[in-house]
């Protein structure tokens, strides 16, 4: 017998199978009993950009610690993918488990010695149940979710509580998938001794009042807490299940009881161009608006984009990254987009970006971004990714301040205008570079003007005189840094001892740097760590680079393309940021992370041989 | 250059409508078009609309494109506000404004550089999709800003200031707008105030998308022999189906009409659109026989002007979402975020 794996609530399984067979609920559910067991687990998709017949992989990471990250290696493979089944057994780790369907008897050589293999004939069991094709493959894979119950010590009831909670008032539905659990619980417990897998789930209590929710998802709600009204968006992976969460709350949270009207418009536009078009006209006229897209999405939109920032409209962008440039890699992901959004369009722009690191902080992020865009009259990007929008995580619960209000930002009022207040467009009164706006159809002769991407005075009338267009420039400087004062503030965690090393970090790479500090800590190697969640840079990133030696920036992206916002946006030796750059399409890990810190800290340990000699 | 303002002084006897407001009111900054300009023409037909209409002008709202048309909405209806958008993307900046506020009017203002080419996408769109307003294409067949080149609607033959003859086949709008869904369609000509401005009421009446073509000459670029959009050739081929006298809904109908010398259409605001006809019948409720009408005058080389179709019980875009009747920009937190209570029910839901 090869060597097996064990391991306690500590392990990654992955499932491989084929797009479209229905294996993504099934899957759900196992990563789910394990949840309701008290064991946080961390699942990831890893899908084609295909609807049907190509492969597809699940991923969970079972971890008692709470590491949410990606951890890499493969513990235990569900092998049910036969186009795939070399590269997947080569992917499980020496003396890890194959799990797969024996039915057709397979030759040794698709098998390792070094793992452990268990057969259990589901397409034989299925046969021998069901006549329909359909219910034959569907049933197949909550048959191997029995299985695998039994292997691993999942608490059967777990799985069916959660078919009640999926069927309620289906019962016929959840009868046979109750059935469909036990044939592959019977078979197993008859042929099989569990105890040969070495993985097992046992009871904890380490998930306390998390949620277990997808990013899209809760970027949606906090668009709906928010405030926004109206929404424009085109079909893009891997955002459109964002938008259509939004209309799913919508219908919920969102329509007046007594005339069952809606309190939102959602439209489907013809493209990007029109997405924008549409949210930045509902917020010229008040109206809390967003979009959410993807890279290609965000290339299309950055001459809109220039027109908000250049004519102060407030408008809420989520970019759901995945990998680029172009159509790029549509199902993978990655942060390669915050140059393109941080400077999108001609001349001299800058733009806010907020960098979510969760679920609960993209339900925080979207709400707050239509609060800043209508604070700063600008566009706000909420910058998430496919990692975080995709993927079930498991967070901290939703809340929400009864006492917070919409900040509509600086409105002038028709009482203000009878008043006589002087109403400058683009005037500042007060020193923070933003301006006072009125919406359209607010008072019948005063407070009108003409919006526009051209140049203009205080007044918002049309001119391309020299100082006149410096003067605005330079107010719209100031107004960014009144974002980078308003906006979510870094986060800071600091090494137990004194560093001269610290890390910067952002959005998605959060759960995978959390467990590489540990894992930097537990070798010896201290350091700083500072999340970044906001662009324009607060002044602490700053004080952050200036107060270490060295300064690894941590993204997901060839680039450094955040080292580069850093060395724009501010004054440093170039040598002192030193990238660690992971962007092959899947989500970043811990082991990469403390690896490749770990060896670049050795490197600047040696001391070089100028300084030994002198 | 469109920042020389007009002069506020108001003659005494400027006669006031029944909002309160003298047709100089509904006026804008100076234009800064040539002398003789088409679109000049068209704005001072919107100005005599809106007065005749007794429109609050601050409860319209103005949106364009880029180019010489989209520059007019400077120049009428200066109490409203107004918005400049980017080059053919005005079409989803209203969209956006109209679901914002559905209570003001919309004016959409373009040229046929602006919605025939660049933006002929977002054109189409906001037809199907029924937004409520008023679409004005000032259609002189020429990119005048950048000095004469063709435009999309140019016709196919004619020939260009330079020279050139144009080899491409011209984009018809209103074949457009009606293929597309809008629900009011008309096409009119600058230098025809008598057509223009009824047509122009009737439109803003309308509750739907509403579009206008008119064909607004361009003296400096598109003016002289061989051109199909100069002055000479509009008035020697305009074929006017009808003339429409626009009768608001609260206004009592005095005049009695012969029978069979009009057609009465009454909208769904209550506005009355009486179309007096010349020459033959024509129905412009009958969305199939006014496509033929219109492709026959684009085979015959007449330009076919008037109210050429109309669907009286237009459905808009806030009638297909449902929308509650109030403006979307008027709610607030009260009506929009449902509470802590709700969100942990929905905390609940994703343990």
């Known amino acids: ?614 | 250059m469109t920042y020389i303002a007009k002069p506020k002084l108001h003659h005494p006897s400027l006669v006031k409508n029944k909002a309160g407001f003298t047709r100089r009111d509904y006026e804008g900054a100076v234009s800064t078009l040539c002398a003789g300009c088409g679109h000049d023409s068209i704005s001072a037909a919107i100005i005599q609309a809106c007065y005749e209409l007794d429109i609050l002008p601050h409860q319209v709202a103005k949106l364009s494109g880029i180019g010489c048309s989209s520059k007019t909405p400077t120049y009428f209806v200066g109490a409203s506000h107004g918005f400049n958008t980017v080059h053919g993307r005005m079409p989803s900046v209203l969209t956006g404004a109209n679901l914002a506020n559905k209570d003001l009017m919309y004016m959409g203002v373009s040229g046929d550089g602006d919605s025939a080419s660049i933006g002929i996408g977002q054109f189409a769109h906001i037809m199907r999709r029924g937004v409520n307003m008023t679409y004005i294409v000032m259609n002189n067949g020429v990119y005048g800003l950048t000095k004469g080149q063709f435009s999309a609607t140019a016709d196919k033959g004619s020939i260009s200031k330079k020279g050139v003859s144009n080899a491409d086949s011209s984009i018809d709008m209103v074949s457009m707008a009606m293929l597309m869904g809008a629900t009011f369609v008309g096409r009119s000509f600058s230098g025809d105030k008598h057509q223009l401005v009824p047509l122009i009421k009737a439109a803003m009446s309308h509750k739907g998308a509403a579009f206008l073509d008119v064909i607004s000459p361009c003296v400096a670029f598109n003016n002289h022999a061989g051109s199909t959009k100069s002055y000479d050739y509009v008035r020697e081929h305009n074929e006017a189906l009808n003339r429409i006298d626009f009768i608001e809904g609260r206004d009592e109908i005095t005049t009695d009409y012969a029978p069979g010398t009009a057609t009465v259409v009454q909208q769904h605001d209550g506005s009355i659109l009486r179309l007096r006809k010349l020459g033959e019948e024509y129905d412009p409720s009958d969305k199939i026989a006014a496509m033929k009408r219109v492709q026959e005058g684009l085979q015959s080389g007449e330009v076919v002007t008037g109210l050429l179709y109309v669907d009286p019980l237009p459905q808009d875009l806030h009638a297909n979402l449902n929308t509650v009747d109030v403006p979307l920009n008027t709610l607030n937190k009260p009506e929009l975020c449902p509470g802590s209570a709700a969100l942990d029910r929905i905390n609940a839901s994703l343990r």
């Not at chain 1, 809390?288 to 407030?314: C, K, N, Q, Y």
């Not at chain 1, 995945?322 to 890699?329: A, E, F, I, K, V």
């Not at chain 1, 959004?341 to 992020?365: I, M, Q, R, W």
Request: aromatic share 10%; charged share 25%.
């Open chain 1, 1 to 614: 017998m090869p060597q097996a794996i064990a391991a306690v609530n500590d392990f990654v399984v992955k499932f491989a199978n084929v797009n479209g067979s229905g294996s993504a609920s099934a899957n759900e559910l196992f990563a789910r009993s394990i949840l309701r067991m008290g064991v946080p687990v961390s699942p990831r998709n890893i899908f084609p950009s295909n609807i049907q017949g190509l492969p597809t992989w699940y991923e969970v990471r079972v971890t008692e610690k709470g590491y949410l990250g990606r951890r890499g290696g493969v513990d235990m493979m569900v092998a049910m993918n036969p186009q795939t089944w070399a590269e997947d057994v080569k992917e499980i780790t020496p003396g890890g488990y194959l799990f797969y369907d024996s039915t057709k008897p397979m030759p040794s050589s698709a098998f390792r010695e070094d793992i452990n293999v268990i057969g259990v004939p589901l397409t034989a069991i299925c046969n021998a149940t069901y006549t329909d094709a359909r219910q034959r493959q569907l049933f197949k894979n909550i048959i191997y979710l029995g299985a695998l119950s039994v292997l691993l010590g999942i608490d059967e009831n777990e799985i069916k509580r959660l078919f009640g909670e999926q069927y309620k008032g289906k019962e016929k539905l959840l009868d046979s998938n109750a059935k469909a659990l036990a044939l592959g619980r019977d078979w197993v417990a008859q042929h099989i001794d569990p105890s040969i897998v070495k993985l097992k789930v046992k009871r904890a209590d380490n998930v306390g009042d998390r949620i277990f929710v997808e990013g899209n998802n809760a970027a949606a709600l906090g668009a709906v807490y928010g405030g926004a009204t109206v929404c424009a968006w085109y079909p893009i992976t891997p955002s459109s299940s964002l938008a259509e969460a939004f209309m799913a709350h919508c219908k919920k949270l969102r329509h007046d009881k007594e005339t069952g009207k809606a309190k939102y418009a959602i439209v489907q536009a013809e493209d990007e161009l029109a997405s924008i078009g549409i949210v930045i006209g509902a917020g010229w006229n008040g109206a809390r608006a967003f979009t959410s897209t993807s890279g290609p999405g965000i290339s299309l939109m950055t001459e809109f984009i220039g027109l908000a920032s250049f004519a102060e409209v407030p408008a809420v962008i989520v970019n759901v990254q995945r990998g680029g440039p172009s159509t790029g890699m549509p199902t993978r992901t990655q942060q390669s987009d915050l140059l393109s959004c941080a400077y999108a369009s001609n001349g001299d722009t800058k733009h806010v970006l907020l960098f979510p690191e969760d679920p609960k902080e993209c339900f925080d992020f979207t709400a707050e971004a239509l609060d800043l865009a209508d604070r700063l009259q600008t566009p706000v990007f909420v910058m998430t990714d496919l990692d975080i929008g995709m993927n079930h995580r498991l967070c901290q619960p939703f809340q929400w301040d009864e006492t917070r209000d919409l900040d509509r930002g600086k409105v002038m009022t028709a009482e203000d205008l009878e008043a006589g207040k002087n109403f400058g467009r683009y005037l500042d009164v007060d020193g923070d570079g933003i301006p006072f706006r009125t919406y359209p159809g607010t008072h019948p002769s005063k407070g009108s003007y003409f919006t526009r991407g051209t140049t203009k005075d205080e007044y918002a009338r049309y001119s391309e005189e020299g100082p006149v267009y410096v003067r605005n420039m330079e107010r719209l400087q100031k107004k960014f840094l009144t974002a980078a004062r308003i906006a979510p503030q870094p986060v800071r965690y600091s090494s137990p001892k004194p560093t001269s090393y610290g890390v910067i970090y952002f959005g998605s790479t959060s759960p995978a740097m959390a467990e590489a500090l540990d894992h930097l800590e537990e070798a010896g190697n201290h350091v700083n760590a500072l999340r970044v969640r906001s662009f324009p840079l607060a002044t602490s990133v700053e004080e952050f680079v200036h107060e270490h030696d060295k300064v690894f920036i941590v993204e997901q992206n060839r680039d450094g393309q955040f080292r580069s916002m850093l060395m724009n946006e501010f004054t440093f030796d170039a040598r002192k940021l030193v990238p660690v750059l992971h962007y092959d399409g899947t989500p970043i890990t811990a082991r990469f992370i403390a690896a490749d810190i770990a060896k670049k800290l050795a490197q600047f340990k040696v001391v070089p041989f100028e300084k030994a000699a002198s």
